[in-house]
């Protein structure tokens, strides 16, 4: 120990949980650093020869390939070159075409051929600029066929045309001598109210009888199914009930006869009968005032009125 070293730097430590924990942590990364490059040299080995395995296949693999693309880009460039004729062939075909429907229509319309203006060398002759007039009655033109067999109807029926728009126009011109008066024009539109009225009432005569002649024939040729309800309305005059007639009625301190007074008979109750049952009925339906005898009868009345039954004009009956 030195003169200048403390006492706690020079003592040995005191062995302690934390030391021997910390001692126990250093033999483990020691041991683990060892294992891992083993490991590592392993590994080198196994790659290097996996390295070599594979160069032998890419060689093996790299002379047949070369072969076959050798093979296979021959075929492609004999596929685009052919493919290259074909369409050049194509583009000089439809020129072909395209010059000469031009020079037929040109010779069928009978327009001169515009000649291209020849190259000149440059820096020789200056460009000179002239001032062209537009021309109003100048039109943009197409060659197509149908465009040019647009156009020439179109101005054919333009011509067709003129005579008669002279006459629509000088139609519309001066009316002033064709003016009516006040008077003259209340009397025109009398007459057309009343021509108006009567075709307005021989339309509404038409279809009510087109109407009419519908329901007749359908009711000709409906059939009935089921059971049929047929409502029969008559009336019978009675024996007992005096006939109508004038008579003359005088007060009774001055009787016309000096005979016995007579009574007069009172006429018999009628007994009414049920309209559907035709039973002697007893009770009155406030709604259609008419007889009934019982529920049934009253149930019956009341689908006829809200017409749940359709009436039969060939049958004259309700079904």
Not at 118 to 128: A, D, R, W
Request: hydrophobic share 30%.
């Amino acid at each position: 120990m030195s003169e200048h070293e403390s006492l706690v730097a020079g003592r040995s430590r005191r062995a302690n949980a934390g030391n021997k924990l910390r001692d126990l942590l250093e033999k483990e990364h020691i041991r683990a650093s060892g294992e891992e490059g083993e490991l590592e040299k392993e590994d080198e080995e196994y790659s290097f020869e996996r390295e070599v395995d594979v160069e032998r296949d890419i060689d093996i693999s790299s002379e047949d390939s070369e072969s076959e693309e050798g093979e296979e880009e021959q075929q492609v460039e004999l596929a685009e070159t052919e493919e290259k004729l074909l369409r050049q062939e194509e583009k000089s075909e439809k020129r072909r075409l395209q010059k000469s429907r031009i020079t037929n229509l040109q010779k069928s319309l009978g327009t001169p051929k515009t000649k291209m203006p020849e190259k000149s060398e440059p820096g020789l002759v200056k460009k000179t600029y002239k001032k062209q007039k537009l021309d109003s009655s100048s039109r943009r033109t197409s060659s197509r066929m149908h465009t040019i067999r647009m156009t020439q109807s179109t101005e054919h029926r333009l011509q067709e045309a003129r005579p008669r728009r002279k006459y629509t126009v000088h139609a519309g011109g001066d009316r002033t001598k064709f003016g009516l008066t006040q008077q003259q024009r209340l009397a025109e539109a009398a007459k057309t109210e009343a021509f108006n009225i009567g075709s307005l009432r021989n339309y509404v005569n038409y279809e009510e009888q087109r109407k009419l002649r519908l329901r007749r024939s359908a009711a000709k040729h409906r059939r009935l199914q089921g059971p049929i309800l047929k409502y029969i309305t008559k009336t019978e005059a009675s024996e007992s009930q005096k006939k109508v007639g004038n008579y003359y009625v005088a007060p009774l301190e001055h009787p016309l006869s000096q005979g016995p007074v007579e009574t007069p008979i009172l006429p018999e109750n009628v007994l009414e009968e049920c309209a559907i049952s035709g039973q002697r009925a007893i009770y009155m339906d406030p709604l259609t005032r008419l007889p009934f005898a019982n529920a049934a009868a009253f149930q019956e009345l009341r689908d006829v009125y809200h017409q749940k039954y359709a009436w039969s004009a060939l049958l004259n009956t309700f079904h």
